[in-house]
């Protein structure tokens, strides 16, 4: 027969629900059942928070919406930690995933027309709007020197800025 436990945590923890409670010191998360310590991780370890929690829901130990109310997550993440623990398992949760970026918007005929628009003298706006490029995607490439920028393009550029606010 289970026996009841007093809601009984060391001073200074938070209470995630009626059992379980959270203590973050030293640089160390502490979780606790009644007085005494289940798990711990380091502070900064995100990985290490997300799977305690999701394998406590998982267990039925607390809700979601307890996690989202004590660490100030949203509920949806929650869920979705949930869903990759019950899915992948704690081998795959703490695995290394490479991030997928989107493929490149300056192929290598958008650079040559870009460079060919920037030498003729156009801004940069100017040219992400004839090519259909965002700005900031031809300012990283002059930045990162995968296009040459036109130098006259940012003293031409404040030259129109003292002019408007003047």
């Known amino acids: 027969m289970p026996q009841l436990q007093l809601p009984i945590f060391p001073a200074g923890a938070t209470e995630i629900n009626s059992n379980i409670a959270v203590q973050c010191k030293d640089g160390k998360v502490v979780y606790f059942h009644g007085h005494l310590p289940v798990f711990q991780h380091e502070e900064n370890s995100v990985k290490s928070l997300r799977y305690f929690t999701s ?12 996690v989202a109310r004590t660490f100030g997550v949203p509920l949806a993440t929650g869920k979705r930690y949930l869903k990759q623990y019950r899915e992948q398992g704690t081998e795959e949760f703490f695995q290394r995933k490479p991030r997928l970026r989107s493929e490149t918007k300056l192929t290598g005929e958008i650079k040559r027309q870009a460079q060919q628009l920037l030498e003729e003298g156009n801004n940069v706006a100017a040219v992400g709007r004839a090519l259909n490029v965002l700005p900031t995607t031809l300012h990283k490439a002059i930045r990162s020197q995968r296009l040459d920028g036109n130098k006259n393009d940012n003293a031409a550029g404040a030259g129109q800025h003292e002019k408007r606010t003047h």
């Open 55 to 66: 394998h406590m829901i998982d267990a039925g130990t607390i809700r979601t919406a307890d």
